[in-house]
């Protein structure tokens, strides 16, 4: 199983920017998606969760800001990243719980992929 993140990029303040990850393998099923993000000398930190029903969590700095989406069908999680400001810059991590073809559950991470934000 591993999960695949489009590339980030660098923006200027206030624009979009939109992230995509696809989970692939021998998966069963999957629970839980979401994004961290780690800026340089910091810990990384929840961005985004949401369930595979739908219920979605943000961290505060990005509420009303950022929007997660799941495709269940295609195995895929996105964020939209609108109106982004410089501390927003950070390496961005997708994650998965993913049980797999025998059943076992565990945590999966996508590659990390840079977003700059220039002010």
């Known amino acids: 199983v591993q999960l695949q993140a489009s590339e980030g990029g660098l923006v200027q303040s206030g624009g979009s920017l939109r992230l995509s990850c696809a989970a692939s393998?021998?998966?069963?099923?999957?629970?839980?998606m979401g994004w961290y993000r780690q800026a340089p000398g910091k810990q990384r930190d929840l961005v985004a969760t949401?369930?595979?029903?739908?219920?979605?969590a943000y961290a505060d700095s990005v509420k009303g800001r950022f929007t997660i989406s799941r495709d269940n069908a295609k195995n895929t999680v996105d964020l939209q990243m609108n109106n982004l400001k410089p501390d927003d810059t950070a390496v961005y991590y997708c994650?998965?719980?993913?049980?797999?073809?025998?059943?076992?559950?565990?945590?999966?991470w996508g590659q990390g992929t840079q977003v700059t934000v220039s002010s």
């Open positions: 994650y998965a719980r993913i049980a797999t073809a025998d059943r076992i559950w565990d945590d999966y």
């Open positions: 393998g021998s998966i069963f099923n999957i629970g839980g």
């Open positions: 949401i369930s595979r029903g739908g219920n979605t």
